[in-house]
C-alpha cells in the first residue's frame, strides 16, 4: 500500500514537472529573433514583431522617418529603431553619437504627454557603446538604451517595466550587430499599418492615455514616438528600375488582339525588392501577366534624410498587338 502511494507521488511529481517544463518551454519559444531587412542587426522579440513608420522629432526643425519594430506582450511593449548614419550635412543628429543622443533626448519632449528621460549609466556591450536610461511615459515606466555601431545607432525601448523585469533584461541584453539582411523572408517581421507621410490619421488612440492611478492591465503601453509616416510616393517607376521584367504576352489575349495599358501600383521595400502589386487599369486578360512582372523587377533603393523608405509607385505597361 505504501509503495503503491510512493509510485503515486512519484508520477504526480514527474508529471507536474513535465508540465512545468513544457509551460517554461513554450513561454520560451514565443520568443523569436528578428533580422529587418536593409539593417545589420538582431534582436528577440517576445511576440511576432510588426513593423510601423514613424517621424521622430529631433530638434524644433527636424524629424527623422524611421522604422520602428514593436512587439506588445503581458502589459509591456518592446521598441527597437535603428538609425543609420549619414554626413552632418545630410542629418546632422546622425552624424555623431553625442549629437544622436541629443536628439533622442528631444524626442522624449512634449507631444501632449507627460515624459521623462532619466540618465543612469553608460554601456559597453560586445563592442556596441551606449547610455541606459530611464523613462516615464504618463504613468507607464520603462527603460531606454542607445547604442552606436559600426554603421548605425540604435534605440531600444521597454515601455511598461524596469530594468529588474526578466523579460525587459532578456530583450536588452538580445541586441546583437550582424550583416546586412537583404532578405524579406528572414526578416521575422510582420508589415503594420502605414500612412503617407504628412498625414497624421492612424496615430495610436493609445498614445494619448494618461492614466492616474496606474496603467489598466487590459491596455497596451503608449509607444515612445507616435507620429506614423509612410512610404513615399513615388510615382511612374519605370525609369527608376535596376532590372524591369518584360510580361509575356497572353496566347488567348494574343488571340483576341486584346492591347492597350496595364498600370501596376507597387509597394517597394527598403532594398528595391516589390513586395506587393496590383494591376489599377487596364485589359483584364493582360493584367496577371503585368502584375506577375512587377513582382519580378527591382528598383534602386530609396532614402530619406539618410534612412532606408518604401516607396509607392506605378509601374506602367504597353501591350502591343500584332
Request: hydrophobic share 40%; charged share 15%; glycine share 8%.
Amino acid at each position: 500500500m505504501i509503495l503503491k502511494c510512493l509510485n503515486s507521488i512519484l508520477a504526480i511529481t514527474i508529471a507536474l514537472s513535465f508540465g512545468l517544463a513544457e509551460a517554461i518551454s513554450g513561454q520560451q519559444e514565443s520568443w523569436q529573433r528578428i533580422a529587418p531587412v536593409g539593417y545589420s542587426f538582431t534582436i528577440l522579440m517576445p511576440t511576432k514583431s510588426t513593423t510601423g513608420f514613424r517621424r521622430i522629432p529631433v530638434s524644433e526643425r527636424d524629424s527623422i522617418p524611421v522604422n520602428v519594430y514593436s512587439s506588445v506582450k503581458s502589459g509591456k511593449r518592446y521598441v527597437v529603431a535603428a538609425f543609420l548614419k549619414t554626413s552632418s550635412d545630410t542629418v546632422p543628429a546622425l552624424s555623431a553619437y553625442q549629437k544622436f543622443i541629443v536628439a533622442m533626448e528631444y524626442s522624449f519632449k512634449g507631444d501632449g504627454m507627460a515624459k521623462t528621460l532619466t540618465f543612469e549609466r553608460d554601456l559597453s556591450l560586445d563592442g556596441v557603446a551606449g547610455k541606459q536610461y530611464r523613462i516615464e511615459l504618463g504613468a507607464y515606466p520603462g527603460v531606454a538604451q542607445f547604442l552606436e555601431a559600426a554603421e548605425a545607432f540604435y534605440a531600444l525601448v521597454v515601455i511598461g517595466a524596469e530594468e529588474s523585469d526578466r523579460d525587459v533584461a532578456r530583450f536588452l541584453s538580445s541586441f546583437q550587430p550582424g550583416q546586412l539582411n537583404t532578405n524579406p523572408e528572414s526578416s521575422g517581421v510582420s508589415a503594420g499599418v502605414v500612412t503617407m507621410i504628412g498625414s497624421t490619421s492612424g496615430a495610436a488612440n493609445n498614445s494619448q492615455m494618461t492614466p492616474s492611478s496606474g496603467p489598466p492591465i487590459d491596455t497596451e503601453p503608449p509607444e515612445p514616438w507616435p507620429l506614423p509616416a509612410g512610404p513615399i510616393t513615388g510615382g511612374v517607376l519605370n525609369g527608376k528600375a535596376i532590372s524591369l521584367s518584360v510580361p509575356k504576352y497572353p496566347k488567348e489575349a494574343r488571340k483576341s488582339h486584346d492591347s492597350g495599358q496595364v498600370r501596376v501600383q507597387v509597394l517597394i521595400d527598403e532594398q528595391g525588392v516589390v513586395i506587393s502589386a496590383k494591376a489599377i487599369e487596364g485589359p483584364d486578360s493582360l493584367r496577371a501577366v503585368a502584375v506577375s512582372a512587377a513582382l519580378q523587377s527591382r528598383f534602386t533603393p530609396t532614402r530619406l534624410m539618410g534612412q532606408p523608405v518604401k516607396v509607392n509607385g506605378v509601374i506602367i505597361y504597353n501591350f502591343v498587338a500584332w
